[in-house]
């Protein structure tokens, strides 16, 4: 189960946004994959060490950014949050794949 927080709350709202455009939407792939090889963040198929630095200096940010958020949440109403968005993420990727 995904913890209540930004790694829960955007992928949900993606995977509902795929299924409202009933398509995922991505800029062109070669373009977006020669930028990060360029920028050193992907070497072959797979983030390199500079790529994998860089997600986690993001992540920390974000985490230090939206941390008071999640505090101020009661801890049962964030144990039922979780769940409930785990359960329509998991939902709405099925029905995803089913397409």
């Known amino acids: 189960m995904i913890a209540l927080g930004p790694q829960l709350i955007g992928p949900t ?3 509902l946004n795929a299924l409202l455009h009933d398509t995922t939407y991505a800029p062109d792939t070669a ?3 020669d930028s990060l090889i360029a920028r050193g963040l992907i070497r072959y198929d797979r983030l390199s060490e500079s790529g994998r ?6 992540e920390h940010r974000i985490e230090e950014l939206t941390s008071g958020i999640w505090e101020a949440v009661y801890p049962a109403d964030r144990v039922a949050a979780e769940r409930a968005l785990n359960t329509v993420l998991d939902r709405a ?3 995803l794949v089913s397409r």
């Open 13 to 15: 709202e993606k995977t």
């Open 31 to 33: 373009e977006v994959v």
């Open 53 to 58: 630095e860089t997600v986690a200096r993001i």
């Open 93 to 95: 990727r099925a029905v």
